[in-house]
């Protein structure tokens, strides 16, 4: 394989990797109930789709180029998008958020019960916390549930 296909490919497949790590992402932050905003994942995935856009410009690729029985379109964000669905043939795990889905609901029917009294004291606490100790609460709270005997 020629270099430009190889460095095209390659960017391609970074490009939907970082997609799909956004996707992840953005499930996960829906897994704990929390209303998904832009976060590092998506400035990563923007970065790497701006790569592989000037990559292509800057391949100055001659009519009929092809990558696997594709001929590549010569505006760069026509060849991105056909790359990336070209990467994304070789991808089998499906879309990450819709495979997660039935996960999440069922997690939340488990521990649908309405929050006591005390309980909403907490949940008010923790609020009122910066974020990073918050997480840091969380974390030595599954700790612990995780080993009761520690």
Known sequence: MDPTRSMLLA????????????????????ARGE????????????QANLCLITAIGAADLPPNYRIHDI???RDPLAAAEQLRQVANAYDHSG???????????????????????????????????????????????????RHPEA
């Not at 960017?11 to 829906?30: G, I, K, Q, S, T």
């Not at 209303?35 to 923007?46: K, L």
């Open 11 to 30: 960017l391609a497949r970074h490009a939907e990797e970082a997609r799909l790590r956004w996707h992840a992402d953005r499930a996960a932050v829906r």
């Open 35 to 46: 209303t998904p905003a832009r976060s590092e994942g998506y400035t990563y995935h923007v």
């Open 71 to 73: 001929t590549l379109s």
């Open 95 to 145: 879309p990450i958020e819709a495979a997660h889905e039935p996960a999440r609901l069922a997690y939340k029917a488990a521990f649908a019960q309405p929050v006591t009294a005390q309980e909403q004291q907490y949940v008010d606490l923790l609020a009122g916390l910066p974020a990073a100790r918050r997480d840091k609460i969380v974390d030595l709270a599954e700790q612990r549930a």
